[in-house]
């Protein structure tokens, strides 16, 4: 890297102000660009009519029946946010997550009704078992010596099961995100194998055994009853095994790969970046939004600044796409700027 004052001695009459005069001549030179069509838009969906729950954790966020979630994408679509994540929450859990392995299921309905009113927006489902699981862990279960663990290799089988169920349904992606080894070769391969070729995949590659994702759990009803995720998830310490999951699940055939959190892994997405030269998904996730809500109902900050100055930190970092909660209120400060 060339040191400012090399770069000032090579350039003697350079005044760096002169470019910041004005809104217009700001705009004119900046580097990053933030627009609606960058932000994907995760939606909370469960049974019923009519329903619209706010999540106490997340302020204006929704748990929201099939019929309002679609006015939902309505109007995200109206602010010109061109793609949203489902997450079902579903009426009966069980050890295995039948619920997600069966038809009818809440997300199939969901996407289904979305295409039908928006057949060019583009619709991602979660892969996951844990909002399905009476165990809020992100697979079956086996006993192991004294405890019980996830099953990696049984658990591959019902996560390409779900993919396929999500595919026929008319999702545009599928996203696993339980971090199991070998997840993005058995979507693919259960995919393909149904006809789905079309069907792209986006990775939670690098899925950080976060706290950030408290509000989440609540809002998704999928808090583990008993231990953690941290033999799964990656350890926040670590920015090099990232690197090493991102590659494994491009060689799996990844299509985006995805690092969550967004704010403290901002480093692993710019080395993602720079490294792979793939679209890059970073994931602004509950506690990162509930963060912002918190200090601005407090009248600590100015909401609108600030989250604008986030989501364009992450993009500067190198993300292609930003899954965020804050999407329909950046995409309408956007559409004002």
Known sequence: MVEP??????????????????PTLRRLVRQTTLE????????????????????????????LSVDTLVDEVGAAWDLGIRAVILFGI???????GTAALTEPNIVGEAVRAVKRRYPQLIVITDECLCEYTDHGHCGVLRQRADMLEVDNDAT???????AVLHARAGADLVAP????????QAIRHALDAAGFHQVG????????????????????????????RTTYQMDPANSDEALREIALDLH?????????????????IRRAYERFGVPIAA???????????????????DERKVVLEILTGIRRAGASLILTYHAKEAASWLREA
């Open 5 to 22: 004052a090399g770069v000032l001695g090579s350039f003697p009459h350079t005044r760096l102000r002169r470019l910041r005069g004005s």
């Open 201 to 228: 995949i986006l990775s939670y590659a690098a899925k950080y055994a976060s706290s950030f994702y408290g509000p989440f759990r609540e809002a998704a009803e999928s808090p583990p009853r008993f231990g953690d």
């Open 283 to 301: 994931y602004n996730v509950s506690g990162e939004y509930a963060m912002v809500k918190a200090a601005c109902q407090k009248g600590w900050l």
């Open 177 to 184: 995100s339980g971090m199991m080894d070998g997840m993005v």
């Open 90 to 96: 579903p009426d009966h859990k069980d050890a295995t």
């Open 36 to 63: 609606p069509a960058d932000l994907i838009l995760p939606l909370f969906v469960r049974s019923g009519t009519g329903v619209r729950r706010e999540i106490p954790s997340m302020p204006g966020q929704y748990q």
């Open 252 to 268: 799996e055939g990844a299509d985006i790969v995805m690092v969550k959190p967004a704010l403290a892994y901002l480093d692993v």
């Open 156 to 162: 591959l089988e019902l996560l390409g099961q779900q």
